[in-house]
């Protein structure tokens, strides 16, 4: 085995060596691939100990249910699942199909017009098509609107910059028969959602939480506005997350976080990337988009079948490693024993060897990985496509403080990668270190100020 492929078993062994010997024996039952590699022995151990802190946290907060939020939160649930199993803890895990555009349509009746901060909002790629789709209405009624819009056909593909966006939601904002159509789009998916939850258990009087990877808690206030809605009272909820950079504003919601939180863990934010994380955690099934009656029982409608990546990555045998991992710890009992700092500390190692310091096998596998950051899927691109020399020196720490300053045009302004690690790994530059250093300190500039 060469050096980079033993780099997280080093780690492993540094800090935890009942954590290593496991890892040990597994990579002992396989031919790993750098995919493979990565999911059993960074993910495997990272995602183990994440659900091992959820499950002794909701212990001593007295929570009998947890449910675990599609689609990151299907790995999490395999492995909550085994560790209560055989550890015979009584906490019910569910698995909760959902995405971000699935409860936040149901809210926009409640929002009034404020759900144009939301249709409008900044992502990649924004074009006209991409705001009316966060509305879910038909095709007919969105040609009717840009009929009375004087929405041109040919601009509803454009790319907007920012002053665009803004003059389009002025437009939305003006019509009172978009806004109306709207809310009642959103009362329809509200009332088929409530009857999700309902069903689901989450109006019961049972204390429950939701598990997620995490970032800014915006599907748990989504979620405590419609069961308080729905309660005619407000309703608090509690949520255990990998990590949060931040939670909505003067939210009275309850927030656990595993690795950081909007107030602590600056470095760990640094030598972090959610997106990676994300893609490590791929469920085998498409994003709800809403729910549907089907013989009597409510189910996720989906946008497609399966994850838009399932052609190209074997899901089902990923999901494989990190339960084989979990199953082999659950073995030992001592394990139970380790301490949150250790176990944060050797889940931030790891997260830091494989996303700050890829391999160039690891960063062309899953530089691959398709990804969008809206909430509709749309407009997905590679997560770290491989760059020219200039686009490179275009995201160093410099050029990219020039360009939010100075340039209005959005296509000039806009990342190239969600994964600017990867993208230099992928490139093959021999200035790796340079760009990687500008990648640090932008990172640094990112979080210190939020």
């Not at 939020?69 to 569910?94: M, P, T, W, Y």
């Not at 009929?147 to 939601?169: G, Q, S, W």
């Not at 009857?195 to 258990?201: I, P």
């Not at 890829?358 to 749309?378: C, H, N, Q, V």
Request: aromatic letters at 14%; proline letters at 2%; hydrophobic letters at 35%.
């Amino acid at each position: 085995m060469n050096k980079e492929n033993e780099k997280y078993l080093n780690i492993l062994k540094r800090y935890n060596k009942e954590l290593w010997a496991v890892a040990v024996w597994q990579e002992q039952q396989h031919q790993y691939d750098s995919i493979e590699r990565v999911m059993a022995q960074v993910g495997g151990v990272s995602i183990y100990l994440y659900i091992l802190w959820v499950i002794q946290e909701a212990k001593k907060r007295n929570i009998k249910r947890l449910y675990f939020l599609a689609r990151d939160g299907q790995i999490f649930f395999k492995v909550a699942k085994i560790i209560c199993k055989k550890k015979n803890i009584d906490i019910e895990c569910r698995y909760l199909y959902c995405s971000r555009i699935a409860w936040r349509i149901p809210q926009y009746f409640l929002m009034q017009e404020k759900c144009l901060d939301y249709i409008c909002q900044r992502s990649m790629n924004l074009n006209i098509n991409k705001m009316f789709e966060r509305t879910s209405l038909a095709e007919e009624q969105i040609q009717q609107f840009c009929e009375l819009l004087n929405i041109e056909e040919k601009d509803r593909e454009r790319l907007l910059n920012y002053n665009e966006a803004n003059i389009i939601k002025e437009k939305l904002r003006k019509s009172r028969i978009f806004l109306e159509t709207v809310y009642e789009k959103s009362k329809i998916e509200y009332a088929n959602t409530i009857q999700y939850l309902q069903q689901e258990g989450l109006t019961d009087n049972e204390h429950f939480a939701i598990v997620d990877t995490g970032w800014v808690g915006s599907m748990q206030e989504s979620l405590s506005e419609l069961l308080s809605y729905y309660k005619k009272k407000p309703i608090v909820t509690e949520g255990f997350y990998v990590g949060l950079f931040q939670t909505p504003k003067d939210s009275f919601q309850k927030y656990y976080s595993y690795l950081f939180s909007s107030n602590r863990g600056l470095w760990e934010k640094v030598r972090f990337n959610n997106n990676l994380l994300e893609c490590m955690c791929g469920a085998t099934d498409g994003m709800t988009v809403g729910y549907e009656k089907v013989n009597n029982i409510w189910k996720p409608r989906f946008a497609s079948v399966h994850n838009l990546n399932s052609d190209r990555w074997d899901i089902e045998a990923n999901h494989a490693l990190v339960v084989q991992y979990a199953e082999c710890m659950c073995c030992s009992n001592t394990i139970f024993d380790i301490t949150y700092r250790e176990s944060k500390k050797i889940t931030g190692k790891l997260m830091e060897a494989f996303m700050m310091h890829p391999t160039k096998d690891e960063a062309e596998s899953y530089g691959r990985y398709l990804f969008s950051d809206d909430m509709t899927e749309k407009g997905v691109l590679e997560l770290a496509p491989s760059l020219e020399k200039l686009e490179l020196f275009g995201e160093d720490f410099i050029p990219k403080i020039l360009k939010r300053l100075f340039i209005k045009d959005i296509m000039k302004k806009q990342t190239k990668s969600y994964w600017i690690e990867g993208s230099i790994k992928r490139s093959g530059t021999k200035l790796e270190k340079w760009h990687n250093f500008n990648s640090l300190l932008w990172h640094i500039l990112q979080f210190g100020s939020m």
